[in-house]
């Protein structure tokens, strides 16, 4: 409850400063990402993305598909403009927030870089995610 009270304030935060980042869409349809638009795994060579619909996300290795530990999980929000990736407190960099610029071009994820203090969440997220199974 305390971290998702801490990602109301970011989101918050983030609204009331605004920004440059590219507005969230999904292309070809003009609308804006919905966090629903996210649900599903998302791979490249470096890991695996889970959503589901509720906005819990994990983050997997690519490289062990059978893994059941996940490398960060969370939970992901949304701001006018913005995905922000709020980690738990276990794995990579716990209790720290992820800003992202996302756009969703047929079923691949590209995830832009606004601001995240977690270098490796940034070095994962670097490379666009594929859908995986669609």
């Known amino acids: 409850m305390r971290l998702r009270l801490s990602a ?5 935060g ?4 605004g920004g440059e980042a590219t507005t969230a869409t999904v292309s070809g ?3 804006p990402l919905a966090l629903s638009d996210l649900t599903g795994s998302w791979s490249n ?3 695996t993305l889970q959503v589901n619909d ?7 290795s690519a490289e062990d598909p059978d893994q059941t530990d996940p490398l960060l ?8 403009e913005d995905l922000i990736f ?20 047929a079923a691949t994820l590209t995830l832009n870089l606004v601001e995240d203090p977690c270098p490796v969440r940034v070095s ?7 859908l995986v199974g669609d």
Do not use: N
Request: aromatic content about 8%; overall charge negative; hydrophobic content about 45%.
């Open 54 to 60: 509720a906005g819990d996300f994990v983050v997997l």
């Open 45 to 47: 060579d470096s890991v």
């Open 86 to 105: 709020v980690t738990g407190v276990g794995g990579e960099c716990p209790g720290q927030s992820g800003v992202y610029a996302a756009a969703i071009d």
């Open 124 to 130: 994962w997220f670097e490379k666009p995610l594929a």
């Open 29 to 31: 349809s003009g609308q």
């Open 8 to 12: 109301l304030v970011v989101l918050l």
């Open 14 to 17: 983030l609204s009331a400063c």
């Open 73 to 80: 999980g969370g939970f992901v929000a949304r701001d006018e």
